[in-house]
């Protein structure tokens, strides 16, 4: 793309004070490494949906080729199956067991399971760490998670990474799975943390850079962003890192329209999806910090499709995530300086909050605790401060010809030649820097001691000095 000039980024950002608040919740596949692709193909899974009178019916079946006592899920961020699924037979029923912490389905009368149906809520249901299971459009489509109802029989163990999975609609309905349209039924293979896969009769807007089903009922704002924006923000993460390869992205944004207050967007491998489950956006789309929210939510989520490995995951576990998630926001900043000049101002100001919401975080939990004491949205804050630093001190120490875009190729080339995701490699890649003082403020700044860790996020972000 020629007019993508890449020295106009400004990243230099100074800072100003005001709130704001959070996306409810955003989730990417990163937290997830490729398992082996091994397992026996010992359980079918056939989800079906039909429409009697105006309403819909979501039906899963599982198949087991071999009769099992119990069936486990391999996700499981709460317990709302237990409410959500209703078992066709009275003598299925799932339970949450809470020493495994997972939910099971069982028979109560103690029968081996060979064939169980449930059916599915298939409205908008929040999970805190999960992607959601539905995300419905205003105009009756439906856009399901796959890796929602990956089964296994007895328990699911690390080598359970291969599902069946077929699907049938109603004959006036379509199915858009990998960027294809198709009728009727449909049959695949999933692993890892599967997809997202529409249902309904809207047909998806084909471009050159993207397959996208944007809901018609949300405001002509907010389309117009995701038909203009989305693409322009590919262009320029495609010229700052690596175009992607292979198939063309995904991109799903549903409103449900209903009494909530919820936003969720997420990424997938090739897949990016947002939902708003709310129904102000009509009066929310003519504010400007709302406009500037969303500008940035999505492309925060544009920036994770360019990150390295997008199947093998860019940080090690959960505890990391500030790699994944702070690059995604600092690009985010990079990106909207660079395509909207009058959101400097803005980033400016979320670039503060991040390090006011950063350091009081740090007063409670320490970055790797952060994920299991429900502050993840440090990993945001902190590893944008943390970005930004090196970002300066690479510009620094190379006199502007390398930036954190040029450490980022090297962590894709990296993990695609056979190195491990993770902050260990992404630190040796910072090394040929000779930046002893950043590396030690990154180390303090993941460190266990909450003085040493808030010492560590001051230094950073006035990092280069
Ligand atoms: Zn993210």
New binding site residues.
Partial sequence: MNWLNITKIKTAISMTLALLAYFNA?I?WANSQAHNDSSPANILIKVEKSTADTSEKWVVTYTLTTPAKTLAFVRNPDTSRTTRWFAQDNDIEIIFDDTKHQELVRSKSGKPLSTVSFFLTPTYKHLGKDYAPFSPFSDGGNAFHSGRLFACANTCTEEDNKWHLTLNVPSDEHILLNGKVMKSSVSWTDNNDGRVVYVGKQQPIITDDVVALIDPGLPESIKASLEEDIPNMMAFFSHSLNPLKGEKPMLFASYANVDDHSTQGGTLPNQIFMHWNRQDLNEQAKNSSFVNQTLWFFA?EVA?LYQPGSTEGVSENEDQSWLH?GN?DYFAAIAMNFLYEDANSYVESRMTRAFESCTEGLAQTTLARAYKNGHFNLYYSCGMIMHRAIDSVVQQKTLGEESLFTVWKRLQKAVNNGMPPGTATFLTLLEPYNAPELIKAINNATSDHAFKAIQGIETLYQLPG
């Fill in positions: 955003e990417a925060h994770h998630e995604a």
